[in-house]
């Protein structure tokens, strides 16, 4: 078979196909969006860094069962939200909603409770909800979480919080708050819970359907609805700290006592009680502050002590405590307070040389020479696809790189090449065999 010849034109396609769309819900990131996730990951790694906490990936797609015992049969999530389906081997999976119960799985599989505990781990990716979207709710979005595995000790609640703190702290936020709550044992919250739903069932005629429906199914959601009339009965309902057993309470009470001691900012708060089924003891979310109130709408992040979940999930009692931040939203309001961390953004790094070509001979070259820089650990960027000189030292000065190394055909031939002081404007010739003991001697690597 012959090739085409240059000149034979490439038929047009007669339909103009209809573009596919995103999925609703999803969303994408595009390069100047990412500045504002590099800047945050980056705050996020030095954070961590000083807890000593690993990083760790785990899947996206895990077992619905995972999460059906995990997060919790009643919750939200589970009932409504959950991307779920039947493989073509007819295993049930899902995409995870969440974190937690991913990375509980990944402690007892992998054997992690025989390391020396507590084991510290943290991990940022997508989680997935179908939730109706709307301002600052995705069905598909991106969490920081970090996990303490294998400790019951208080100070390490305070310690979690306070990463969370620090880096909205860092990040220059000011405009949020930190509610805190326990919500005790399995003990001492079913206690609680009988109380609360005598009291709730004598005033059932005043809940909303939802919290009728909940009264049910898990009393304790009923706590932290949003309805105007429902929260009239909840100011009067009994509160879940009057209730704790003798270890919650103590337990609690150091916590506060950390907090207070690092001056972190918090407000103690009896109806916090999370969306999640998994947590004992310390509860705690971040709300953002608009117009200077705080609401739970579009809360930055949350979390608290999982004491349970590892042996609910089938591994050994182990105490544990997390928390997790959302990406998106913290990046909006980092947004939103004017001009904050704006300056510190990282943009594209700052390169030291460019490389310039001209005619084919040497873009054949180019790539070659590259792979040569790179090695040596010289910063150097290209602009391969042009042809002109004029447009790629246009391109050079535009980077502010200090010099270009410029290659034509006569270079090629004769192994030399031509070095550019961009800011003099000084060429000089070279042999290529000079040329990483020059590019060092001129940027004193
Ligand atoms: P969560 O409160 O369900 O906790 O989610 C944590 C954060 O993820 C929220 O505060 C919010 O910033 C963000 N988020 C949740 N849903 C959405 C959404 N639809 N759109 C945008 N952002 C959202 C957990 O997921 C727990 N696993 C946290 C944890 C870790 N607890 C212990 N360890």
Redesign the pocket.
Same mark, same amino acid.
């Given at each position: 078979m012959g090739r085409p010849k240059k000149s034979v034109k490439m038929p047009r396609l007669r339909v103009r196909k209809k573009p596919i769309q995103r999925v609703r819900?999803m969303h994408d990131v595009l390069p100047p969006e990412m500045n504002y996730w590099n800047y945050l990951e980056e705050i996020v790694r030095e954070v961590v860094s000083v807890f000593s906490f690993q990083k760790i990936e785990t899947p996206i797609l895990e077992q619905t069962e995972l999460f059906q015992r995990g997060?919790g049969e009643s919750t939200d999530?589970v009932q409504k939200?959950m991307f779920s389906f039947v493989d073509k081997g007819g295993n049930n999976l899902s995409l995870r909603?969440?974190?937690?119960?991913g990375?509980v799985r990944a402690y007892t599989e992998n054997g992690l409770h025989v390391l020396p505990q507590p084991v510290k781990l943290y991990y940022i990716g997508p989680?997935f =909800?179908r939730?109706r979207?709307q301002s600052?709710?995705?069905? &598909?979005?991106?969490?920081l979480?970090?996990?303490v595995l294998g400790n019951a000790k208080p100070v390490l609640d305070a310690e979690?919080i306070f990463i969370a703190w620090k880096i909205l702290e860092k990040l220059g936020l000011s405009k949020f708050e930190i509610q805190v709550n326990s919500v005790g044992c399995r003990l001492c919250r079913g206690q609680y819970k009988e109380m609360l739903v005598d009291f709730l069932s004598s005033n059932k005629q005043r809940l909303c359907v939802d919290c009728k429906r909940r009264l049910k199914n898990n009393p304790l959601r009923v706590l932290d609805c949003k309805n105007r009339r429902c929260q009239d009965v909840i100011n009067d309902a009994p509160q879940i700290i009057d209730y704790l057993c003798e270890e919650c309470h103590d337990h609690f009470k150091d916590v506060l006592e950390y907090l207070d001691e690092s001056k972190i900012p918090y407000n103690l708060n009896s109806k916090l009680v =999370?969306?999640?089924d998994?947590?004992t003891k310390t509860a705690f &979310?971040?709300w953002p502050v608009e117009g200077g109130e705080a609401s739970s709408q579009?809360?930055?992040?949350?979390?608290?002590?999982?004491d349970d979940l590892v042996e609910i999930l089938g591994g050994r009692e182990t105490p544990?405590?997390?928390?997790?931040?959302?990406?998106?939203?913290?990046i909006d309001i980092l947004k939103k307070e004017e001009g904050k961390g704006k300056d510190k953004l990282i943009t594209v790094p700052k390169s030291d040389v460019m490389l310039i070509q001209l005619g084919d001979m040497a873009r054949k070259r180019a790539l070659g020479l590259i792979n040569l820089l790179i090695d040596n650990k010289i910063s150097v960027i290209e602009c391969l696809q042009k042809d002109s000189i004029r447009s790629q030292l246009k391109s050079a000065s535009g980077a502010g790189v200090k010099c270009a190394l410029i290659l034509g055909q006569k270079e090629v031939l004769d192994k030399s090449i031509l070095i550019r002081d961009m800011e003099s404007g000084i060429q000089e010739v070279l042999s290529q065999d000079n040329i990483i003991s020059e590019l060092k001697k001129r940027l004193r690597k």
């Open positions: 819900g997060t999530i939200e909603p969440e974190g937690t119960p990375i989680m =909800r939730e979207p600052g709710r995705q069905r &598909e979005f991106h969490q979480n970090i996990e979690v =999370r969306g999640l998994y947590y &979310e971040i579009n809360s930055l992040g949350g979390g608290g002590r999982y544990a405590v997390g928390m997790a931040l959302g990406i998106e939203r913290v």
